[in-house]
């Protein structure tokens, strides 16, 4: 089992109290007990697994042992630790796609750990009326017995009327509803990825994307991220060299550097997708996230062509909870990807949609509450960086929730693993690589309450004194002794 995977899987395994050997294979118990680990599996080597914990040797040991004697594990001489069969049972197979996603190990309700991983909102003082329907409202849609693949009419002419309004004019018959951004972008790759096509993507970019796009059997592969995003000459290189089926993109607030793509590049990026007939996904989930000055149209209004696909969603902008997303595109389009949608869900929920319609319409409001909240906890993240961690580096966005954060030397992976035995949980950069890239990168989101930031930048500032000063064996045998 690959060991980012392995690791991944076992989540915010060290938060808490209790001895970390016991933590540890309390852990590995779950991920064998959930089916992540399958019975057969080859478990990582040892000190390869204490490297990615950054723990020592013997808790890795200590934790195997124990789960051996338990009969979860078997020790082969020569071969390593096997989670352990049945007697007589086949060995098993790994899944295609194995349920490591970082959003599994990154979700958590330990009321001790501060979260400074997750691109998750919290609310901002909508009214709450605007989450509420009238009781006409409610009838109509109780009394409805029918499926929407395409998603409810008000909803979708709401969001037509939204589009228009940004510069690019769009129809009802040109708005599929999907249940948030991650389904929109998982039934996009569904139609036109096959096992074995490649997909290009930025590197670094959003996590759930190379995921969409890996469960289709598609390879990822990857074109770099500059100051201004994706640059169109590097782009058409790899479109050249790679002969990529579908191009994935997030040029508003780029996810996670914030770098936002110009107009002047748009244009061209949708000349590309049509000179090439490659479609490209404009990924625009964090584009109402404007925190300074204004961001360009989408890439469809630079060049219409059945080849780009909008996507987005009100989730980052009002609710996480609310999972109303959407694709722009040409009606033919739309078309073929509702068939594709009904072999997922039949239908997003109808409620939901009936309240998202009038979301949809309080989006300028939410925009500016939405300012109002993260201004200053943007502001107050970079100076408690400048001032706790001066040593890093970041370029401070015009928009959406991230500073995109540059080590000055070590492994965010094994920092992670220290700041989470400090209570505060963080995303390394290699997470957001296709390439497993970016190891010297951390994605850190300005949302939490400004209390939660100041105490999660002091915790995070601790874990990297620990991590730096004491590398190697020294800061093992220290972790090894706490435990």
């Not at 779950?30 to 000190?47: C, D, H, Q, Y």
């Not at 970082?102 to 009321?111: A, K």
């Not at 999907?178 to 074995?196: D, P, V």
Request: with cysteine; charged share 20%; glycine share 8%.
């Amino acid at each position: 089992m690959e060991i980012e995977a392995f690791v991944t899987s076992l989540g915010s395994w060290s938060a808490g109290k209790g001895a970390l050997n016991r933590k540890l294979g309390q852990a590995i118990q779950r991920a064998i007990a959930s089916g992540v680990a399958l019975p057969g599996v080859r478990l990582p080597a040892e000190r390869a697994l204490a490297k990615a914990l950054a723990v020592s040797r013997a808790t890795v040991v200590s934790a195997y042992a124990a789960l051996t004697d338990a009969g979860w594990l078997e020790s082969r001489r020569g071969s390593g630790t096997y989670v352990r069969r049945p007697i007589g049972g086949r060995p098993a197979l790994e899944p295609r796609v194995p349920p490591t996603s970082p959003l599994f190990g990154l979700m958590t309700h330990d009321p001790d750990l501060i979260d400074l991983a997750l691109g998750t909102p919290y609310a901002m003082g909508l009214r709450r009326e605007l989450f509420t329907l009238s009781r006409e409202q409610e009838a109509a849609v109780l009394d409805d017995r029918m499926y929407y693949p395409l998603g409810l009419a008000v909803l979708r002419q709401a969001l037509a009327r939204r589009f228009s309004s940004l510069g690019l004019k769009t129809t009802e018959d040109q708005i599929l509803v999907t249940s948030g951004a991650q389904q929109a972008i998982s039934l996009i790759a569904a139609l036109y990825l096959q096992r074995g096509d490649t997909a290009l993507v930025e590197d670094p970019t959003y996590f759930g994307a190379i995921e969409a796009l890996r469960a289709t059997g598609a390879r990822v592969s990857s074109v770099p991220v500059g100051v201004d995003g994706v640059a169109p000459g590097i782009l058409k290189d790899r479109i050249a060299a790679t002969a990529p089926r579908l191009i994935y993109l997030t040029p508003t607030y780029q996810n996670p550097t914030g770098a936002v793509i110009p107009a002047a590049a748009r244009r061209a990026i949708s000349k590309l997708s049509k000179e090439f007939g490659v479609p490209v996904i404009d990924d625009a989930s964090l584009s109402d996230i404007v925190l300074d000055g204004a961001p360009p149209a989408p890439i469809a209004a630079y060049e219409e062509h059945e080849g780009i696909l909008t996507v987005g969603s009100i989730s980052k902008l009002i609710w996480p909870g609310l999972r109303i997303g959407w694709i722009r595109a040409e009606a033919p389009v739309i078309e073929r990807l509702a068939k594709v949608k009904t072999a997922h869900d039949i239908g997003s929920p109808l409620m939901t949609q009936a309240i998202g319609a009038r979301l949809v319409g309080a989006i300028g409001e939410a925009q500016r509450l939405r300012r109002e909240q993260l201004r200053p906890r943007r502001t107050l993240l970079v100076q408690l960086l400048k001032r706790r961690l001066p040593e890093w580096q970041f370029r401070n966005p015009e928009g959406g929730f991230f500073l995109w954060v540059r080590l000055p030397s070590g492994d965010a992976r094994e920092l992670a693993q220290v700041a989470l035995r400090r209570g505060v949980l963080i995303l390394p950069g290699s997470t957001m690589s296709a390439a497993g890239l970016c190891t010297r990168y951390v994605r850190v989101p300005f949302l939490a309450e400004p209390d939660a930031l100041r105490d999660g930048i002091e915790r995070l500032a601790a874990a990297w004194r620990e991590y730096q000063s004491a590398p190697a064996e020294a800061s093992l045998r220290h972790v090894s002794a706490i435990a």
